[in-house]
């Protein structure tokens, strides 16, 4: 056996909708769609951390991006960015092909395409710097595990084409 080198990075929710505000879960446990695209294609999945979990905990209230606009936000994204930089890093020198990185649309913390969250503009900001330019895609505020297919097919799709960009 040997390994491909082959990583993904997605928001925590992806994998844990244990994290999200209480009631606002979309799937029983993961996105298992979005993940059994990744496992088919032997894509090594980096669960990135949950920044509004971490700040506030699991029984926190919805708030805007303007409200966790704040410094004391600010660092904790920060530092949780750091840490995963610095991994990126780690993996990029060894030779390892980071497909790219998953966010949430329309989330304060962690929409990377659209407004992009607190927690995304610490992390890109910080790869910038360190030159890691990765391909992205947001899972649609829409998205329901199970009866969302358009957007897995449109996954699976930003899968392949990043899978042949990276070669
Ligand atoms: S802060 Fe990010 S990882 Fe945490 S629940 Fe919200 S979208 Fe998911």
Not at 27 to 38: K, P, Q, S, T, Y
Request: hydrophobic residues 40%; glycine residues 6%; charged residues 25%.
């Amino acid at each position: 056996m040997h390994r491909n080198k082959k990583i993904i990075y997605t928001a925590h929710c992806v994998l844990n909708q244990n994290s999200v505000i209480r009631d606002w879960e979309r799937a029983a446990g993961a996105f298992n769609d979005i993940v059994r695209v990744l496992l088919d294609n032997n894509i090594a999945i980096i669960q990135l951390p949950c920044p509004e979990f971490t700040f506030l905990g699991e029984d926190r209230p919805p708030k805007t991006k303007e409200e966790y606009d704040i410094p004391e936000f600010r660092n904790v994204c920060k530092e949780l960015a750091e840490k995963v930089v610095v991994q990126m890093k780690e993996y990029k020198n060894n030779g390892y092909q980071i497909i790219g990185i998953v966010g949430i649309h329309g989330s304060p913390s962690c929409d990377i395409l659209g407004d992009r969250g607190v927690f995304k503009e610490e992390l890109l900001a910080l790869m910038e710097k360190e030159n890691i330019i990765l391909n992205c895609f947001d899972i649609l505020d829409s998205y329901i595990e199970g009866e969302t297919n358009n957007l897995v097919d449109s996954f699976r799709t930003y899968i392949n084409t990043s899978l042949l960009e990276n070669i």
